[in-house]
């Protein structure tokens, strides 16, 4: 077995979202993510998951277009709740006790984030889920990924995603386009390749956390990348 460590795993809401529509939450998904992340949870790697709300509202989206940036940014924040609060139920069914931790008060249904409480989650084995973002507007989930990651001392982020990897140019739109193993984070920012936002990138080049892309749709991708495997890309 792997030596134990400690990741941030970014799952985006489109990876929750049902094939056929796009959107909402696909239960055969969520069990499969769940049972993933039981298996390493149980090798004693402590997994922390931020999640993302495309699946249900994205701040930036056409039905988002003639509202307040700000208001739209906190529905979106919102619906990551929703997608968090399906994940700890899919996990709890698997048997991984899971804490949820939001940035925005919701003490109805989840604990407030607080990190010394999330590194004693982690000393008790639990599986802790960072939801509603950073809870700001106009920052990103995947800059909340790497703000986490950094406040927890993760020795890295994890970004599951609907693609193999980091590719030199959209392989929706190019079909010669090139799958890359290893980038620079220099380089995933000045040739804009879409690994995440700069200013997550940016934030984990600050910290020497490296990036790993992978695509979730592959079963074993998950346990295979907490555990320190080399699928999709790495970004270092």
Known sequence: MSSPRRVVLKLSGEAFADSE???????????????????????????????????????VSEAAKDMDRATADYMGMLATVINALALREALENAGVV???????????VAEPYIRLRALRHFEKGRVVIFAAGTGNPFFTTDTAAALRAAEIGATAVLKATKVDGVYDKDPSLHEDAQLLTEVSYMDA?????????TTAVTMCLDNKLPIRVFNIATPGNISAAVRGESVGTLVH
């Open 21 to 59: 529509t796009g959107y909402g939450i696909d239960p055969s998904t969520i069990r499969r993510v769940a049972k993933e992340i039981g298996e390493v949870n149980a090798e004693g790697h402590e997994v922390a998951v931020v999640v993302g709300g495309g699946n249900i509202f994205r701040g």
């Open 98 to 108: 899971t804490r949820v931790q939001t940035a925005i008060s919701i003490s109805e």
């Open 189 to 197: 920012i000045q040739r804009q390749l879409g690994v995440m936002d």
